[in-house]
């Protein structure tokens, strides 16, 4: 298995006709969606998106790694588009996988939307919506749309990095590693911060 995506492009049709095979168990899928994700070709973007709707959290936690790591993240904007569609669909299950995916792409546009999702009737769609509101925003405002409204309307201009940078002084210390987490993943340090540090020492 190591050695399949070392193929490259020539490999990827016959991996998804794999995948795509009825009944395929969850360690295949598991399998091949990693050799896809490893193969930083645009011919994988339509089964990675495939995968954000499978069963399996691992699954699905693999597909959203390679499309936030894509190398081309232009060609990753029509799977976003379409996650937004998903994200009101009348199948609570699979909205609820297209919120979390839109949250962990961390898609800014979509961030009023999921707002009005905290209004649904479905609690899990809430819930979905609440932490995906968190996971762009490194904000916690759990499910008052009210507050997340109020926040957004004061910085919706804003780049999201200086969302994360002021979540560095966030009051919970949940909230500060995150951040600190995406920023270490943007810019590979982050001047030696610790979330867990005293006030002092984190400004």
Same mark, same amino acid.
């Given at each position: 298995?190591?050695l399949?995506?070392?193929?490259?492009?020539?490999?990827?049709?016959?991996?998804?006709?794999?995948?795509?095979?009825?009944g395929?168990p969850?360690d295949?899928r598991?399998?091949?969606?990693?050799?896809?994700?490893?193969i930083?070709?645009?011919?994988?973007?339509?089964?990675?998106q495939?995968?954000?709707?499978?069963?399996?959290?691992?699954?699905?936690?693999? !597909?959203?790694? %390679? *499309?936030?790591g894509?190398?081309?993240?232009?060609? @990753?904007?029509?799977v =976003? #588009?379409? +996650?937004? $569609?998903e994200?009101?669909?009348?199948?609570?299950?699979?909205?609820c996988? !297209?919120?979390? %995916? *839109?949250?962990?792409l961390?898609?800014?546009?979509? @961030?009023?939307?999921? =707002? #009005?999702? +905290?209004? $649904?009737?479905?609690?899990?769609?809430?819930?979905a919506?609440?932490k995906?509101?968190?996971?762009?925003?490194?904000?916690?405002?759990?499910?008052?749309?009210?507050?997340?409204?109020?926040?957004?309307?004061?910085?919706?201009?804003?780049?999201?990095?200086?969302?994360l940078?002021?979540?560095?002084?966030?009051?919970?210390?949940?909230?500060?590693?995150?951040?600190h987490?995406?920023l270490?993943?943007m810019?590979?340090?982050?001047?030696?911060y610790?979330?867990?540090?005293?006030?002092?020492?984190r400004?």
């Amino acid at each position: 298995w190591a050695l399949v995506p070392r193929f490259g492009a020539v490999i990827v049709a016959p991996l998804i006709q794999r995948l795509q095979t009825a009944g395929a168990p969850v360690d295949l899928r598991r399998r091949l969606t990693r050799c896809l994700s490893e193969i930083p070709a645009p011919a994988v973007l339509p089964a990675l998106q495939a995968r954000l709707f499978d069963s399996d959290e691992q699954v699905r936690g693999t !597909a959203i790694a %390679a *499309l936030r790591g894509f190398p081309q993240p232009e060609r @990753v904007r029509p799977v =976003i #588009e379409a +996650l937004r $569609s998903e994200s009101s669909t009348e199948d609570s299950t699979r909205q609820c996988q !297209a919120v979390d %995916a *839109l949250g962990e792409l961390h898609d800014v546009d979509t @961030v009023p939307h999921l =707002i #009005e999702l +905290l209004g $649904s009737a479905d609690l899990l769609v809430r819930d979905a919506a609440s932490k995906a509101l968190h996971t762009i925003t490194r904000q916690d405002f759990g499910r008052s749309a009210r507050r997340w409204r109020g926040w957004w309307r004061r910085h919706r201009s804003e780049p999201r990095v200086q969302w994360l940078v002021a979540a560095l002084s966030h009051p919970s210390e949940s909230v500060r590693s995150a951040a600190h987490s995406d920023l270490v993943a943007m810019t590979g340090d982050v001047a030696a911060y610790r979330s867990d540090a005293s006030r002092r020492e984190r400004d």
